[in-house]
């Protein structure tokens, strides 16, 4: 199976396990970075980091207690 192009890529579901924040995506596909990646998801609190929101209909993600936002295509490694 050949994996969609990375602009479609949308999230369905954020998790944050121990050092990773994991992304589900509306094909299936799992994606997981580490957290340290992010130092604004890294060093907030788990309350914070619970508060996310889908942003373009799954193409970002946005976290508004710590006005972190990422997107979807960055996180795997292509550019916007």
């Known amino acids: 199976m050949v994996a969609p ?3 479609h890529a949308r999230a369905t579901r ?3 396990q121990d050092d990773a924040l994991v992304v589900q995506l509306e094909d299936g596909r799992r994606v997981a970075v580490p ?3 992010y130092p ?3 060093q907030a609190s788990s309350e914070q ?3 996310w929101q889908l942003v ?3 193409v970002g993600i946005h976290w508004p207690d710590i ?3 990422l997107s979807v295509a960055g ?3 292509e550019h916007e």
């Open 5 to 7: 192009p990375i602009a």
């Open 14 to 16: 954020v998790a944050i």
């Open 35 to 37: 957290l340290a990646w």
């Open 40 to 42: 604004r998801l890294a």
């Open 49 to 51: 980091r619970a508060k």
């Open 56 to 58: 373009g209909r799954g």
């Open 67 to 69: 006005d972190e936002d």
């Open 75 to 77: 996180m795997l490694g």
